[in-house]
């Protein structure tokens, strides 16, 4: 794992801090916080589409797929696995979106297609999440055909906000207010995160919590996801 470094731009008159991580081993991938509130700009991308979990009924998942609101025939689809998708409450998702709560390990399968294979067979460059309640033993992990590209976990996304300049204000959740006007849940970290692929592509995404007892029902950690983005650059489509 290489170095890390940390970067502040100016976007769309907005200043949003990101903080990249570069990882070596599989090629070059950047991992972004962005400031509390921020969400994916569609600028950088040619292609971007979200899944807010907002249309479909509030209960468990074997299985579940979607079009991440990119139309009937979508360049990028997605097939998720045990999913369990609730109302959003202090510990969850952006405002009174529906929220994945993943007690078992949820697997995303991506298929992208275009010019040159209609199979789709091709991976993609770029996912991101909002991450609510974030525990130290939450990860996310990318693969590429059965090869893992990246291990991404709780404790080093709160290692990363730790390293902003106002580490404070990711803290509790902004989209639940208590009657003193304050967020609720002030002892966990939520924020936006951006994992950016770079001469290397993922078809395959797994959350899971390492301390969770291993049933949809039991008690235990989450990992509280919200707002799934899922896209390809410029880049990447005038190689397709």
Not at 169 to 191: E, F, L, M, V
Request: proline fraction near 3%; include cysteine; hydrophobic fraction near 35%.
């Amino acid at each position: 794992m290489a170095s890390q470094q940390t970067s502040v731009f100016t976007f769309l008159a907005v200043v949003q801090i990101f903080i990249a991580l570069f990882v070596s081993s599989a090629g070059d991938i950047h991992v972004w916080v962005l400031e509390p509130g921020a969400l994916p700009s569609p600028s950088w991308f040619h292609i971007l589409g979200i899944e807010n979990f907002d249309n479909i009924t509030s209960r468990y998942y074997t299985n579940y797929s979607s079009n991440f609101g990119l139309g009937l025939y979508p360049e990028i689809h997605g097939d998720y696995s045990c999913v369990k998708v609730e109302y959003s409450g202090s510990y969850g998702g952006r405002g009174n979106n529906a929220v994945v709560y993943s007690d078992l390990p949820q697997t995303l399968l991506v298929t992208r297609k275009g010019r040159n294979d209609r199979k789709g067979r091709l991976g993609v460059g770029f996912f991101g999440f909002y991450w609510a309640s974030i525990e130290d033993t939450n990860e996310v992990e990318f693969f590429r055909d059965g090869v893992s590209l990246l291990n991404f976990t709780g404790a080093q996304a709160i290692e990363e906000i730790s390293k902003t300049v106002r580490p404070r204000d990711y803290y509790g959740n902004r989209y639940r207010i208590d009657t003193w006007n304050k967020p609720y849940n002030p002892s966990q970290a939520y924020a936006y995160f951006e994992f950016h692929f770079h001469n290397v592509l993922y078809d395959q995404v797994v959350f899971r919590d390492t301390h969770a007892r291993g049933s949809v029902t039991g008690i235990g950690h989450a990992f509280e996801t919200d707002d799934h983005a899922i896209g390809c650059f410029q880049e990447e489509a005038n190689n397709i």
